[in-house]
């Protein structure tokens, strides 16, 4: 039973770049979170996609967007990258309802520079 | 607002029992969750509890008392292994993404 996966696992981009991660969701789950971690902090939401459609969203500029595929894999964009969206971007999968636990996948290392 | 704390980093000896806890105050109520995370490496799930009580699973236990905004995680007969950070998170409501503290980064010495 393959976990949550992401990919890349690292990535280097410059200031101004615009950047694209990718995560796949444990089988049987539905829902996909993303998390950006920076070093030394927790994880902090981003947002949250079920059924191909945001459900919630933190408290991140419009410049971070996601989407989901119908076979629930989802993606995170952001734009226009700052030195200060360098951190460890961690997606987590779930069952919207009857479960309570977050699987993680090993995250994306990205840094801006 | 929402707020999660607990100890930044915590040191102890191999063999020994350590107590982490987590204070919160959050909007709403339904769930605690501790998380392990070794460096560079996704968070793990530990436990959840919702009910006050504890719940114990092997050499880790959590503890929860929701009228006091209180957990704690005991882990005994540490191993070097366990030197790791350790995520309390709660979740508000239905399904909600969590809120995660900032983590204790846990030292296990000989």
């Known amino acids: 039973d393959a976990g949550v996966t992401q990919s890349p696992t690292h990535l280097i981009k410059t200031r101004g770049q615009q950047v694209t991660l990718r995560c796949s969701p444990k089988s049987g789950h539905d829902t996909v979170s993303w998390y950006q971690q920076a070093l030394g902090q927790g994880p902090q939401f981003i947002f949250q996609?079920?059924?191909?459609?945001?459900?919630q969203r933190g408290n991140f500029p419009d410049r971070f967007s996601g989407h989901q595929f119908p076979n629930y894999s989802s993606e995170l964009n952001v734009n226009a990258l700052l030195l200060g969206d360098s951190a460890l971007y961690l997606c987590?999968?779930?069952?919207?309802?009857?479960?309570?636990?977050?699987?993680f996948g090993p995250g994306t290392r990205l840094t801006v520079t | 607002g929402q707020n999660i704390d607990q100890p930044t980093e915590m040191t102890a000896t191999e063999g020994a029992i350590v107590q982490i806890n987590c204070t919160y105050q959050?909007?709403?109520?339904?769930?605690l969750f501790w998380y392990q995370q070794h460096a560079g490496e996704a968070p793990t799930f530990l436990s959840y509890n919702v009910l006050d009580g504890l719940e114990e699973k092997g050499r880790f236990s959590s503890f929860l008392s929701r009228s006091k905004g209180y957990s704690y995680l005991l882990l005994k007969e540490l191993q070097m292994k366990d030197s790791a950070s350790y995520l309390c998170a709660v979740r508000n409501s239905g399904n909600t993404p969590l809120v995660f503290g900032k983590g204790t980064r846990l030292s296990v010495i000989a």
């Open positions: 996609y079920y059924e191909e459609e945001e459900r």
């Open positions: 959050t909007s709403g109520f339904n769930g």
């Open positions: 987590a999968s779930s069952r919207p309802t009857g479960g309570y636990e977050q699987y």
